[in-house]
């Protein structure tokens, strides 16, 4: 049995981006430090980015409106030995995790902090793998050459790194209208921040 389940695994984040000349928004979408980092609440930044949040969102929430966590494994969840919390064990897609509220706090476990902020957005590994487990952005419209990016990381290395894939839609938020752009096989999540 794993001892302790990382934080992305087999993860998905997509972006609903719709096809389309004459762009009509002058910002581009930036997702800030946070697993798959930041999502609510928008805010606009003085440079006209605009930038996704979890801390004002509930400890240990399941959903992240108006994004959307979808679980299509439907199974039950690692937890993470000796510490407890809201919802560990349950089936789930994505977790709103804040390290200081688990019981006993996981403050000082350095390598399990958000980028910034106190909270991030978990995905922790189906007691049967695989996971299918998503995280899908609302409808956004990108300047032309605009940009979308976000932060991710795995918690350990000891199960080998966390995978994830990145895709877009074109028409609706269903997880079978998505189509890959990350390439054909899943990107890795390093054990410390990094920006995609």
């Not at 902020?117 to 419209?141: H, M, T, Y």
Request: glycine content about 6%; overall charge neutral; charged content about 15%.
């Amino acid at each position: 049995m794993k001892k302790i389940i990382t934080l992305t695994i087999t993860f998905l984040l997509f972006v609903l981006v719709p096809v389309m000349q004459g762009w009509s928004q002058d910002r581009y979408i930036r997702c800030v430090p946070n697993t798959v980092s930041g999502i609510l609440p928008a805010m606009t930044d003085s440079s006209g980015k605009i930038i996704m949040n979890f801390d004002s969102l509930p400890d240990f929430s399941l959903t992240f409106s108006p994004w959307q966590a979808v679980d299509k494994d439907g199974k039950a969840t690692y937890g993470i030995q000796d510490h407890t919390f809201p919802h560990s064990g349950e089936a789930m897609a994505f977790i709103v995790f804040n390290p200081s509220q688990v019981n006993p706090s996981m403050s000082g476990d350095t390598a399990i902090q958000p980028h910034t902020g106190s909270k991030f957005a978990g995905c922790f590994s189906a007691q049967e793998p695989p996971n299918n487990d998503w995280l899908i952005s609302p409808r956004v419209s990108l300047k032309y050459n605009g940009t979308f990016s976000f932060w991710v990381k795995s918690y350990t290395s000891q199960y080998g790194l966390e995978k994830f894939n990145v895709a877009v839609s074109v028409t609706d938020s269903t997880p079978s209208s998505f189509t890959v752009i990350s390439g054909s096989n899943p990107l890795e999540a390093p054990t410390k921040w990094t920006k995609f």
